[in-house]
């Protein structure tokens, strides 16, 4: 077994502050990309840092501002989704063809804004208000 010598220890310890260097960069660069996935999940363009600005940027809204009339909820459709509209429609028989598909008069009301349908369009499609 030999002795180790001077320029090999040097060169161990310069591989050894090599690997921590590296390692502490890695961590340090794991730290940065968490740090901003966290500030990404927090950001809500508020538009000031008032407190009902942060508020209203975090969803919460105007407590009195935005009660709907009764002219807007009669014209609101009762289907949460474009998806249930065409459920409900397809559901009519009137309204498809044999193959199951929605015939013309099923795609004219698939696409119709509610408020402009008639009430008795509304209530074939299943969504009186």
Do not use: C
Not at 9 to 36: C, F, K, N, T, V
Not at 42 to 53: C, M, V
Not at 98 to 106: C, D, F, M, P
Request: overall charge negative; glycine content about 6%; hydrophobic content about 35%.
């Amino acid at each position: 077994m030999q002795q180790p010598t001077r320029e090999g220890l040097e060169a161990q310890q310069q591989r050894i502050e090599q690997a921590d260097a590296q390692q502490a960069q890695q961590r340090a660069q794991a730290q940065q990309q968490a740090d901003a996935q966290r500030d990404a999940q927090e950001f809500a363009l508020t538009g000031s840092d008032r407190a009902a600005d942060v508020a209203m940027g975090n969803g919460q809204a105007d407590m009195f501002g935005n009660s709907p009339s009764r002219a807007q909820t009669d014209t609101a459709s009762p289907f949460k989704t474009q998806a249930e509209r065409v459920a409900a429609i397809k559901a009519v028989p009137e309204l498809v063809d044999e193959s199951g598909a929605l015939n013309q008069r099923g795609r004219q009301l698939a696409v119709k804004p509610w408020k402009d349908m008639t009430a008795d369009e509304r209530a074939l499609v299943g969504g009186e208000s």
